[in-house]
């Protein structure tokens, strides 16, 4: 049974920063690109960031490029988010999920989701 918990969520205020954590188990991590989302009340869901299975490559969407970074540790089976100078726009519900197999986040990669996490809360203050 595959399980992807998400942490490190929290309450921050403008420009401080967040690193957000996904664990993943029941499947075989390091094959896996791994991704995360996020979305905000009455909102759409929003691709936020791609890590391909090899780790070697990233991709960020225009709004979080620059200030957010994804990395994973596959001796861990751990995705995460390093988050910084961080805006009240920012706020949402951000969930991990377990994409394409020996996939580099090429073309639709936010398409390609195989495993979900239930997300994890980020508030950030103005």
């Known amino acids: 049974q595959v399980q992807v918990v998400e942490s490190g969520g929290g309450f921050v205020q403008a420009r401080g920063s967040l690193r957000l954590s996904c664990t993943a188990s029941?499947?075989?991590?390091?094959?896996?690109?791994m991704g995360w989302f996020r979305q905000a009340p009455g909102t759409s869901r929003e691709e936020v960031s791609c890590?391909?299975?090899?780790?070697?490559?990233?991709v960020y969407s225009d709004s979080v490029k620059g200030r957010f970074t994804i990395s994973r540790d596959d001796a861990k089976n751990t995705l995460y988010l390093q988050m910084n100078s961080l805006i009240p726009e920012d706020t949402a519900m951000y969930s991990c999920?377990?994409?394409?197999?020996?996939?580099?986040?090429?073309?639709?990669?936010?398409?390609?989701?195989?495993?979900w996490g239930q997300g994890t809360q980020v508030t950030v203050s103005s």
């Open positions: 999920a377990a994409l394409g197999s020996y996939d580099y986040c090429s073309g639709s990669w936010w398409r390609k989701i195989n495993y």
């Open positions: 029941g499947l075989t991590f390091g094959t896996y690109a």
């Open positions: 890590i391909s299975w090899t780790g070697g490559t990233s």
